[in-house]
């Protein structure tokens, strides 16, 4: 099965996630990801590796993955390339991170059985 995230996020912060964001799923359902660790920081050129958690609210469907996430950003230190790997899921796409932490817009597609 194939989702898609597009649009901006909705950042928060929690207990146990240093960021949260809460995006749009195309079809109905949000996408939750609690980010829990970081190596690296946007910027032009920057490579940021995070760990954390995605969450699928999709309306029949509660699905939870464990994540390592890899961002690319361009020269412009706010248009990015994602990668996410995990059990069970794959996927990316890119999105535009202006001021860092804060998601203006996203077209991701994730992989999951």
Known sequence: MLIQVEGPARSTETAKCFLQLTAHVVGGGTAV????????QPGPYAL??????????????????RVLIVDRFAADGKHATQRVSGKGISG???FVES??????ASDLIYGVP
């Open 48 to 65: 940021v590796r995070l760990t954390g958690t995605i969450t699928f609210h999709l309306p029949h469907r509660l699905l939870r993955y």
């Open 99 to 104: 001021p860092p932490g804060t998601v203006r």
């Open 33 to 40: 990801t609690c980010l829990t660790g970081f190596r690296g």
């Open 92 to 94: 990316g796409g890119t």
